[in-house]
């Protein structure tokens, strides 16, 4: 089992930067990758991008494209995603995900919100 723990969400005006970081705790030896999902208010949740754990080959949804960054610390454990030039329509709720296979995302963090607005 894997257990992950999200931090850094807040409040944060248009155009604006805002960094979440995970922490991975348990079996993080298994580990495949670590993704980013979020859900806003009345919508299904959406895939962000995600990290392989080993590699950090990178990959992102179109929305975050040139915009969002995605790392990994495998010393420490941890993953992150850096958020620039945020909008209003970036507002949600913020999960990690980690998996320790190539398909299913296994292992979720209880989430973190991100407001943007003025």
């Known amino acids: 089992q894997v257990q992950l723990v999200e931090s850094g969400g807040g409040l944060v005006s248009p155009g604006g930067s805002l960094r979440l970081s995970c922490a991975a705790s348990?079996?993080?030896?298994?580990?495949?990758?670590m993704g980013w999902f979020r859900q806003a208010p009345g919508t299904e949740r959406e895939f962000v991008g995600a990290?392989?754990?080993?590699?950090?080959?990178?990959y992102y949804a179109d929305s975050a494209k040139g915009r969002f960054t995605i790392s990994r610390d495998n010393a420490k454990n941890t993953g992150s995603l850096q958020m620039n030039s945020l909008k209003p329509d970036d507002t949600a709720i913020y999960f990690c995900?980690?998996?320790?296979?190539?398909?299913?995302?296994?292992?979720w963090g209880q989430g973190t919100q991100v407001t943007v607005s003025s």
């Open positions: 995900a980690a998996r320790d296979g190539p398909a299913e995302w296994n292992y």
């Open positions: 348990g079996r993080t030896s298994s580990l495949h990758g």
């Open positions: 990290i392989t754990w080993h590699g950090g080959s990178t």
